[in-house]
T-cell receptor, first 113, second 113 residues
Framework: NAGVTQTPKFQVLKTGQSMTLQCAQD?????MYWYRQDPGMGLRLIYY???????DKGEVPNGYNVSRLNKREFSLRLESAAPSQTSVYFC????????????FGPGTRLTVT | DQQVKQNSPSLSVQEGRISILNCDYT??????FLWYKKYPAEGPTFLIS?????DKNEDGRFTVFLNKSAKHLSLHIVPSQPGDSAVYFC????????????FGTGTRLTIIP
């Protein structure tokens, strides 16, 4: 039981390049989330998916797209990376109610030059 | 607009003493609160939570107190141990709506041996 896994762990991109961050969970959770963590800003929600086939914008969705491929997998895509997207990205999942605790992956550290 | 605020970016406490981390919120619709702990290069891990129908929840060395009238919660760790050195995030959610959590900016706790 691996929990929430993320790939890659580290990535360096040049401005304008694209990439997809992968996330998978093996806990049969319905809801999945993508956050970014920046110094002094805490964790900010980019997109979330309440169930397979649905996605919704969070607090900072601009410049990102997501795909909920199936119940296990939720990917985050940067179509044209910008230096402002340099951050640590975390994927999380949560089971159905009444449990509200989110389980986080180890993170992807992305640098855009 | 920061709806969940952790006004102390850092805190240092002697080993064996009590650590008190504070969190304030502005949204009166929040009715469930969580604390997460984060070590460097790892994802946040759930620590303890409290529903708004309670004013205290205890789990071993960790106790969370909620003061609804002041829109304030605190996490007490006693006795503090070196392994407690980490960044602590407070988070909140509302039952009215989706599963989204709103996070504070975090407090870095350092336990001094």
């Amino acid at each position: 039981n691996a929990g929430v896994t993320q790939t890659p762990k580290f990535q360096v991109l040049k401005t304008g390049q694209s990439m997809t961050l992968q996330c998978a969970q093996d806990m049969n959770h319905n809801s999945m989330y993508w956050y970014r963590q920046d110094p002094g800003m805490g964790l900010r929600l980019i997109y979330y998916s309440a169930s397979e086939g649905t996605t919704d914008k969070g607090e900072v969705p601009n410049g990102y797209n997501v795909s909920r491929l199936n119940k296990r997998e939720f990917s985050l895509r940067l179509e044209s990376a910008a230096p402002s997207q340099t951050s640590v990205y975390f994927c999380a999942s949560t089971p159905t109610r009444p449990a509200y605790e989110q389980y986080f992956g180890p993170g992807t550290r992305l640098t855009v030059t | 607009d920061q709806q969940v605020k952790q006004n102390s970016p850092s805190l240092s406490v002697q080993e064996g003493r009590i650590s008190i981390l504070n969190c304030d919120y502005t949204n009166s619709m929040f009715d469930y609160f969580l604390w997460y702990k984060k070590y460097p290069a790892e994802g946040p891990t759930f620590l303890i939570s409290i529903s708004s129908i309670k004013d205290k929840n205890e789990d071993g060395r960790f106790t969370v107190f909620l003061n609804k009238s002041a829109k304030h919660l605190s996490l007490h760790i006693v006795p503090s141990q070196p392994g407690d050195s980490a960044v602590y995030f407070c988070a909140a959610k509302s039952s009215f709506g989706n599963e989204k959590l709103t996070f504070g900016t975090g407090t870095r706790l350092t336990i001094i041996p």
